[in-house]
């Protein structure tokens, strides 16, 4: 099903188009979509760049900016679009164009309203879950996931070990308390924890805790100290810097950026 909210742009300089594309998609959302349109590419291009956009639906052939240099461009800032491409030329060239740039879907004039509508909830559903994938992406470390979905080789002390750091990210956790848990001497567990998984076994933990924190960030409304006390961390300073050396920003950015992604819709 497809969530309500979303913001779809028409960008055509023909006017009957333009006001024929948004009537039937007015009339096919009964509110729950934002329709906008614009009769050129600069323009629709400075509104991509200053609004939440998730579906352009554009014209090739148009004065000053043709809609796949629009396409192109649009490439260039945060939240990026699924496109349909409307035209009244069936241009090879332009079809493999659009294909190049990722365009979901080429529709020729005249456009029937049945196959306009059939297309739009296709783009929809394909945006949707490029959402859900780009969120995946925010949250997860490939690098630490690699290691978890190799770990069915790892030896039984590692396997130990990494079960132990799972279950208990909020106490603390030191090389030696878990090498005494698994009831191995702790030199020697270290460089058998480094050689199977990669990662010394401090650099396991910080990652393991910043993955948490991630979910949590973007998961619940819990505050930063909270965020931080959650997954290990006894001062927030300590984990705000923690979280910025791995992540380039900060938590409270980190949750902001992704909270403009995904969740913001004006109205």
Do not use: C
């Not at 939440?52 to 945060?78: A, C, S, Y």
Request: glycine residues 6%; hydrophobic residues 40%; neutral net charge.
């Amino acid at each position: 099903m497809i969530q309500s909210g979303k913001t779809i742009l028409i960008v055509d300089d023909e006017p009957l188009t333009r006001e024929g594309v948004r009537k039937t998609l007015e009339a096919w959302s009964a509110g729950s979509h934002h329709i906008l349109s614009s009769s050129n590419g600069t323009e629709a291009l400075e509104l991509l760049k200053s609004r939440l956009v998730h579906l352009l639906i554009t014209d090739i052939r148009m004065p000053e900016m043709n809609g796949l240099q629009m396409v192109d461009n649009v490439r260039n800032i945060g939240h990026k679009p699924v496109v349909i491409i409307i035209s009244g030329h069936p241009d090879f060239q332009y079809a493999q164009t659009a294909i190049q740039l990722g365009v979901v879907n080429y529709l020729l004039k005249p456009i029937q309203k049945s196959r306009l509508i059939e297309a739009v909830e296709q783009a929809l559903r394909i945006e949707e879950e490029r959402g859900r994938v780009e969120t995946m992406e925010k949250i997860v470390d490939s690098q630490l996931m690699h290691a978890k979905i190799v770990g069915k080789n790892y030896s039984p002390p590692v396997q130990q070990a990494v079960l132990y750091v799972e279950a208990n990210l909020q106490a603390p956790l030191g090389m030696r308390e878990v090498a005494n848990h698994i009831h191995l001497n702790p030199s020697y567990f270290s460089a058998l924890f480094k050689e199977q998984t990669g990662f010394t076994f401090s650099e396991y933990v910080t990652r393991s805790r910043l993955q948490k924190a991630k979910e949590l960030l973007l998961q619940t409304r819990l505050t930063i100290a909270d965020v931080s006390e959650q997954v290990g961390y006894l001062t927030p300073k300590y984990f705000i810097k923690l979280f910025k050396d791995y992540e380039g920003i900060s938590p409270n950015q980190y949750r902001k950026q992704a909270m403009e992604a995904e969740d913001i819709v004006e109205t």
